[in-house]
């Protein structure tokens, strides 16, 4: 009821979600590795496409993950290949951490249908109001 429908992007959201499709299906896991309270993960995008959406990804999404589970990502650009290190202060989640790895710690969370739904109505797709 709040929409504003002159503001409706809908090819805003396609692109977002083109971005999720190739961070999936273009990028290859070179290492999974348990440290300490979490995991660190080296990806490589196989494509500039790919590595231009894990760029746009990668920016937003560990703020995200932070805010939902309190867990920390780091992420590091090492030359063609980006590090991502996932940890938490909570012990007793480490072992999800490191189970859910890459895609799992990338689809983690109930954020998504919100932050499509802001994308699409053109406002800022990490504002905390509800869909």
């Known amino acids: 009821s709040t929409t504003d429908w002159s503001q409706v992007d809908v090819a805003r959201l396609r692109r977002h979600l083109l971005d999720m499709h190739r961070v999936a299906v273009r990028v290859t896991v070179e290492q999974k590795t348990p440290i300490e309270n979490g995991v660190r993960l080296r990806v490589r995008p196989t494509t500039e496409a790919a590595r231009a959406s894990l760029d746009r990804v990668l920016d937003a999404h560990p703020h ?3 805010q939902e589970t309190g867990w920390t990502m780091a992420v590091e650009e090492q030359g063609d290949a980006y590090v991502l290190r996932t940890t938490t ?3 007793s989640e480490t072992d999800k951490i ?3 790895g890459y895609m799992g710690l990338l689809a983690y969370g109930q954020h998504h249908q919100r932050h499509h739904w802001h994308l699409v109505k053109g406002k800022h797709p ?3 109001e509800s869909p």
């Open 98 to 100: 490191r189970a859910l």
């Open 89 to 91: 202060d909570d012990p």
């Open 64 to 66: 995200m993950l932070k």
């Open 126 to 128: 990490h504002e905390g």
